[in-house]
T-cell receptor, first 114, second 109 residues
Framework: ETGVTQTPRHLVMGMTNKKSLKCEQH?????MYWYKQSAKKPLELMFV???????ENNSVPSRFSPECPNSSHLFLHLHTLQPEDSALYLC?????????????FGSGTRLTVV | GIQVEQSPPDLILQEGANSTLRCNFS?????LQWFHQNPWGQLINLFY???GTKQNGRLSATTVATERYSLLYISSSQTTDSGVYFC???????????FGKGITLSVRP
């Protein structure tokens, strides 16, 4: 375990479903991130939160809706997704927004949209 | 934005062999990490190494920040070393951690 826990590990959902991904860390980190990893593509940053405030939205479609109720928890709410949204979604955290001391990643949620 | 290039893209080794993985980056960085992604997708942090040299068992890494490259050395490779190795950097100007495309390593018994 890295200290960053993601649930569920696997998710299959239809295009009309609504589901949520959860991430939690108890490392005392103040910044949390969502990344998307599609097949044959580099990891893409989606959202950044610092002290539970969103600081970056990397042009992500509105069918992905993040929520950060506190510095330890991060959610990604999904609705009306497309098959091309199938990917591995990774959550990460860091002590500071500038990444000094490094980033820690969770195990990811493998999402399949059918 | 900053560019990160890793080489070689693919590497096949016989168990017991040594290897060197390279990461070049196009700007000054305040953070550089090497990750190993296992077959289940988990990114395991190997080294936080914005400069200098570190060793952890059979793995070691060196970053020469002034020349904008980092090397990951794997000695006496094992089949469990197989997977994708990513180099990722951030510049401190923002929080974005930029990843290279990864190096796919296959270690054969």
């Amino acid at each position: 375990e890295t200290g960053v826990t993601q649930t569920p590990r696997h998710l299959v959902m239809g295009m009309t479903n609504k589901k949520s991904l959860k991430c939690e860390q108890h490392l005392g980190h103040n910044a949390m991130y969502w990344y998307k990893q599609s097949a044959k593509k580099p990891l893409e940053l989606m959202f950044v939160y610092n002290f539970k405030e969103q600081t970056e939205n990397n042009s992500v479609p509105s069918r992905f809706s993040p929520e950060c109720p506190n510095s330890s928890h991060l959610f990604l709410h999904l609705h009306t997704l497309q098959p091309e949204d199938s990917a591995l979604y990774l959550c990460a955290s860091s002590r500071r927004l500038d990444g000094v001391m490094g980033y820690t990643f969770g195990s990811g949620t493998r999402l399949t949209v059918v | 934005g900053i560019q990160v290039e890793q080489s070689p893209p693919d590497l096949i080794l016989q168990e017991g062999a040594n290897s060197t993985l390279r990461c070049n980056f196009s700007d000054s960085v305040n953070n550089l990490q090497w990750f190993h992604q296992n077959p289940w997708g988990q990114l395991i942090n190997l080294f936080y190494i914005p400069s200098g040299t570190k060793q952890n068992g059979r793995l070691s890494a060196t970053t020469v920040a002034t020349e904008r490259y980092s090397l990951l050395y794997i000695s006496s490779s094992q089949t469990t070393d197989s997977g994708v190795y990513f180099c990722a950097v951030s510049t401190g100007a923002n929080s974005k951690l930029t990843f290279g495309k990864g190096i796919t390593l296959s270690v054969r018994p």
